[in-house]
């Protein structure tokens, strides 16, 4: 059986029969006498007005039990009056009561408050409840607490039926919407005995203010009000003589035309409930298939609306999560596989580090990632290096948030990969570049919006040990480089590098029609500090005099270690003339050496100069002609400088 139809029999049996059980039971009633009609219509009312009274009464004892559970007991029970007082007054507000009453176990009134003052048992009724208390000597207290009728309440319950009403006591009406003060009686009773039996008398026909009614009462609860008194509820007689058949026949057309409404009203919301249901199958069934552009309109803002509206949001969610997790896994290949590529194969530090830098963004979709070399020991006693990209991401508060959160990584003072919280919308995840126990660098990501996943902290270790690699490898290089070019007593260039270097140097000077200088130092008589004061005092002077030379000539001037105690500057661009103004500079400098460990140890310095192209046109040439003038000046006499 297909959905609509259950709907449809379900519409059937809950609301269209029963609607059809419900217009015959009342075409019934309503054919009936006008005085049975009325009859269940005052009861109907009087008992709905006693059951709210009851509610209220009820509501009005569990206003009160939890009132005094919140009150001060000890006062209310063995306080002095006033205190009494007080916390009866207590009382009363909490539970919203109009008046209360407290008495002792004898039954008499020890404290009262409000409408429950020593009039209250003749004023006006009362809805009323009563709670025991015990002391702690075992003896029982009461309190009643007193609360107004809702009169608005009851009047609506009575015109609802278009019924009068008022409340009875000895025969005369207390309040309600019949005349007040206006005396009850019956045909056999003059003050209307019926209305002080318990329960509810039988109809009665009775005169209010001189006006025959239909009427009927009942006894309220003693325990329900502070007096007792009784309900009463009437119907002017004129009225009650309505016809029987009119009533009839108006009971069956609304029958007719009730089955009608509901029959096609039962159609309508069947289509309109499975119609949705039916687009909802259908594109849940093409999903399956990989099908998720199928739509389903949304025609409603009930349930099914609310349903279709979701499934369509579901859609969107799972096309942009495949989405994106295409676009992720896409970057994060080409990241990979880019930074893996340059990493392994780059030998410049500064694009090495702007590309790994850039790879770990572009695999993480980080706001900003941030690269440091440490090229001497742990922080702070280091310099940056090198910055990731993209540079205009950081201010210069960022910056130095970077710079410290790379120190604290490196030294170890935070966990690597620990997720830190530096703003209300920002995060930060930060990596060391560790090789042999030692951290080289160290590579902090930024995040403007949410929290890095396991997955993105991942990639980033990866490429941060990558990058380590990386740097690694072009330190080595790099050393085995000075290791090849470098004299190590004296940190200047060796003789092979001068060779190369001055080869490059005379091509150029050839290329551009230009000067160039080369002179050869020699320490005179170096043979004797090292047989006088030894060989350490020897390794002393041979550095001392190395830091002189280098300090003293031009950034593109080039010092290297000849052999021995010889040296040699190639000056580029030079002419013979400037160079030998350099040269005595230097002499006098090395002349005025002065060791402290060695303090008698003096040196003086012999230096022959030869210039491209006058004195060579090739680097054999001018070393030739420079060391010629050298031993002329060992001849002339020593710490001299003669050009070629």
Known sequence: MKLHTKLYLFFAGIVILPLLV??????????????????????SSLAAATALISAEAQGLTGDSQAALQRADVRALLAGEET??????????AEARATGAVLRDPAGAAVASVGSGGPDYAIQAPQIATTIRLSRPDGSIWSAMLLRSFD??????????????????????????????????????????QAFSLEGTADALTVTVAGREMFASGIMLPQDNTNIGAALFTAVPASIVGASSRQALEAGLGLML???????LLGLLMTRNITRPLRELTHAAAAGMEGDLDQKVEVRSNDEVGSLANSFGMMQKNIRDYISELEESRTQLLL????????????????????????????????????????????????????????????????????????????????????????SQSQRVVAFPMMADNEALGAMVAFFDQGRPSEETRSVLATLTDQAAIAVENVNYGELQQLLATTDPMTGLFNFRFLCSNLDQEISKSRRYDRQLSVSIIDLDDFKAVND?????????????VAEVLASNVRDADMVARYGGEEFSIVFPETLKTDAMKVLEKLRKEIAAIFLEDYPDVRVTASIGLASYPDDGADKTELLLRADKALYQAKRSGKNRCIAA
């Open 22 to 43: 419900v217009t015959v039971a009342a075409s019934v009633v309503l054919g009936r006498s006008a005085k049975d009609a009325y009859d269940g219509r005052l009861q």
């Open 257 to 263: 035309g009730v089955a009608l409404m509901a029959g």
């Open 151 to 192: 009169a608005e309440a009851l009047q609506k319950v009575f015109t609802a039926q278009g019924l009068e009403w008022g409340l009875v006591e000895n025969g005369i009406v207390t309040a309600g919407s019949l005349p007040a003060a206006a005396e009850v009686r019956d045909e056999n009773n003059a003050q209307a």
């Open 532 to 544: 006088t004061y030894g060989h350490q005092a020897g390794d002393k002077l041979l550095r001392t």
């Open 83 to 92: 205190s009494r007082i007080t916390a009866l007054s207590s009382v009363a």
């Open 335 to 422: 990241a990979l596989s880019y930074a893996g590529e340059i990493l392994g194969s780059t030998s410049n530090r500064a694009r090495l580090m702007k590309t790994a830098a850039e790879a770990a963004r572009l695999a993480t979709g980080a706001d900003g990632i941030w690269v440091e070399l440490f090229p001497n020991g742990l922080p702070p006693e280091r310099r940056a290096v090198s910055t990731g990209a993209p540079s205009f991401f950081f201010d210069s508060k960022l910056k130095e948030q970077a710079v410290k959160l790379a120190d604290r990584v490196a030294s170890g003072s935070i966990a690597a990969g620990e997720v830190i919280e530096i």
